[in-house]
Nanobody, 120 residues
Framework: QVQLAESGGGLVQVGDSLRLSCSGR??????MGWFRQYPGKEREFVAR????????DYADSVKDRFTISRDNAKNTVHLQMNSLQPEDSAAYYC???????????????WGQGTQVTVSS
């Protein structure tokens, strides 16, 4: 059974940075990613990293501010979030086996989520 553990969320001020982390026993075997969800909205794609970290994808809203990375030897994935803005406030979810389809980005497994709140 896939188990994903997340950490790094919290309350910060506009312009601050946060680093989210995700670990699990099968992280090193598949493409990984991050999604976020606003209250009352559907979960949306944030970033994805390929199996060996050679390819990355980002939502337009976070491109040039967020960076996804991975360390397969430690079964971990990170999301470095810089220049945080109030619109970045959401529940962030680590996702396993992330791939893009005609209908959009999808994932097979999810973490429990970690809250990021950016105060203005």
């Amino acid at each position: 059974q896939v188990q994903l553990a997340e950490s790094g969320g919290g309350l910060v001020q506009v312009g601050d940075s946060l680093r989210l982390s995700c670990s699990g026993r099968t992280v090193s075997r598949v493409a990984m990613g991050w999604f976020r969800q606003y209250p009352g909205k559907e979960r949306e794609f944030v970033a994805r990293i390929s199996l060996f970290g050679t390819n990355t994808d980002y939502a337009d809203s976070v491109k040039d501010r967020f960076t996804i990375s991975r360390d397969n030897a430690k079964n971990t994935v990170h999301l470095q979030m810089n220049s945080l803005q109030p619109e970045d406030s959401a529940a962030y979810y680590c996702a396993s086996n992330v791939a893009k389809f005609a209908s959009g980005w999808r994932a097979d497994y999810w973490g429990q989520g970690t809250q990021v709140t950016v105060s203005s």
